[in-house]
C-alpha cells in the first residue's frame, strides 16, 4: 500500500541552495499536485499535472520548478532556496478531477531554509 | 479563482456535543465540495465528498450543502477528543483542469 511516497521527510537548507523534492505513486493516476502549507495555514497549490508532459502553474509557483516525464514521478525542484520557501511539502495525486475522485496525499516533507 | 472562506478557530466543543463547521465560497460555478480532515503534522484525509444539495450522512458526520446561499458545512455528532485536528473545505473543479483550492481550515478542539 504505498500510495503517494515523499522524500526526504526532512531538509535543512541554506540559503541560495537548490534541491529537488521526489514524489512518486503507484495507483496510476493521471493527476498530480504540489501543494505548500504554513503553520497555521491552509494548502496553497504550487504546480500541477494533468499527465506525463503536461504541467501547469498553480497559485505560488515562484520559486519552483516541475517536470512530468512518467505518470508515476512528480519532482519538485527549489532553485536558490529563500527562507519565504520554509514549508510543509505535500505531493499528491488523484483520477481526473470532476467526478469526486479523492486527491490522495503524500506524508509531507518538511523543508527549512536557513 | 475559486476563493473559499472558513472561520480559522479554534472551535471548542465538549465531548458529544456536536461540532459545526463552515465553509463559504464566491464561485457559484462550483458544485460539489470535499472535506478533508487534517491532524497535526499529518497530511489531509477526506472525509466527505458531496455534490447535491442539502445533506449528506456518514456515521457521524453530515455535509450540508446549499449552491443558493454558497455554503457548505460538516456536523460532526457526539465530538470525540479523536475529532480534534483541523477540517478543510475544497470546492472540486468541476469540469476542466483547475485542481481544488482549499480554504485555510477550521481547528476543531474537543474537550474530553
Known amino acids: 500500500n504505498a500510495g503517494v511516497t515523499q522524500t526526504p521527510k526532512f531538509r535543512i537548507l541554506k540559503i541560495g541552495q537548490s534541491m529537488t523534492l521526489q514524489c512518486t505513486q503507484d495507483m496510476n493516476h493521471n493527476y498530480m499536485y504540489w501543494y505548500r502549507q504554513d503553520p497555521g495555514m491552509g494548502l496553497k497549490l504550487i504546480y500541477y499535472?494533468?499527465?506525463?508532459?503536461?504541467?501547469d502553474k498553480g497559485e505560488v509557483p515562484n520559486g519552483y520548478n516541475v517536470s512530468r516525464s512518467t505518470t508515476e514521478d512528480f519532482p519538485l525542484r527549489l532553485e536558490l532556496a529563500a527562507p519565504s520557501q520554509t514549508s510543509v511539502y505535500f505531493c499528491?495525486?488523484?483520477?481526473?478531477?470532476?467526478?469526486?475522485?479523492?486527491?490522495?496525499f503524500g506524508e509531507g516533507s518538511w523543508l527549512t531554509v536557513v | 479563482q475559486k476563493e473559499v472562506e472558513q472561520n480559522s478557530g479554534p472551535l471548542s466543543v465538549p465531548e458529544g456535543a456536536i461540532a459545526s463547521l463552515n465553509c463559504t465560497y464566491s464561485?457559484?460555478?462550483?458544485?460539489?465540495f470535499f472535506w478533508y480532515r487534517q491532524y497535526s503534522g499529518k497530511s489531509p484525509e477526506l472525509i466527505m465528498f458531496?455534490?447535491?444539495?442539502g445533506d449528506k450522512e456518514d456515521g457521524r458526520f453530515t455535509a450540508q450543502l446549499n449552491k443558493a446561499s454558497q455554503y457548505v458545512s460538516l456536523l460532526i455528532r457526539d465530538s470525540q477528543p479523536s475529532d480534534s485536528a483541523t477540517y478543510l473545505c475544497?470546492?472540486?473543479?468541476?469540469?476542466?483542469?483547475?485542481?481544488?483550492?482549499f480554504g485555510k481550515g477550521t481547528r476543531l478542539s474537543v474537550i474530553a
Open positions: 499535472s494533468v499527465g506525463a508532459g503536461i504541467t
Open positions: 499528491a495525486s488523484s483520477h481526473p478531477i470532476g467526478s469526486g475522485n479523492t486527491i490522495y
Open positions: 458531496i455534490y447535491s444539495n
Open positions: 464561485d457559484r460555478g462550483s458544485q460539489s
Open positions: 475544497a470546492p472540486e473543479a468541476g469540469s476542466g483542469n483547475t485542481p481544488l483550492v
